[in-house]
T-cell receptor
């Protein structure tokens, strides 16, 4: 079967750095997405990786290793507004999106 | 402003009621989606429409009935639901045609449904 694993919950301190991991086992691979979802709001697109390596976008970076079936989202200089759930999703060989259950990130002052 | 709106934002209904969820996208996209989001579970894809034609139905119970009258509007008609259907129902749209290279999906804020 197809599976996406990410931690259920993480806690970090304002101003610090946090890394949210995502491992996947899918039938084929056509890219990996990260979305952010604040409580009671719509998921919003953060990043898309289809090639190995690190993609940096401001305070957020996303890394992909296709050989290891692994990605992480790196958040720097954490702010209180970064408290949210972070969803990992993989596009499989049929371009179907397989979603993880999300990681709830709690930022403490 | 995500460009995708959903109404109502909250809905409480009994098991014998009939109600409809509405989604509208103002982005000129070609594909629209219905998802179910339950606590601590992955998003479950329910229905996909591409250019107003249904292209996917992931074995969803018949008590959920979608309708796509045009490329900007999507409905989810509900009848004789069960308490386990209580969840957040998300609508999304994407620029390309469903079944092709994966586009970024743009989500609405969802309808929080409670079935009593």
């Amino acid at each position: 079967g197809q599976n996406i694993d990410q931690p259920t919950e993480m806690t970090a301190t304002e101003g610090a750095i946090v890394q949210i991991n995502c491992t996947y086992q899918t039938s084929g691979f056509n890219g990996l997405f990260w979305y952010q979802q604040h409580a009671g709001e719509a998921p919003t697109f953060l990043s898309y990786n289809v090639l190995d390596g690190l993609e940096e976008k401001g305070r957020f970076s996303s890394f992909l290793s296709r050989s290891k079936g692994y990605s992480y989202l790196l958040l720097k200089e954490l702010q209180m507004k970064d408290s949210a759930s972070y969803l990992c999703a993989v596009s499989d060989s049929n371009y179907q999106l397989i979603w993880g259950a999300g990681t709830k990130l709690i930022i403490k002052p | 402003e995500t460009g995708v709106t959903q109404t109502p934002r909250h809905l409480v209904m009994g098991m014998t009621n009939k109600k409809s969820l509405k989604c509208e996208q103002h982005l000129g996209h070609n594909a629209m989606y219905w998802y179910k989001q339950s606590a601590k579970k992955p998003l479950e894809l329910m229905f996909v429409y591409s250019l107003e034609e249904r292209v996917e139905n992931n074995s969803v119970p018949s008590r959920f009935s979608p309708e796509c009258p045009n490329s900007s509007h999507l409905f989810l008609h509900l009848h004789t639901l069960q308490p386990e259907d209580s969840a957040l129902y998300l609508c999304a749209s994407s620029p390309g045609l469903a079944g092709g290279p994966t586009d970024t999906q743009y989500f609405g804020p969802g309808t929080r449904l409670t079935v009593l």
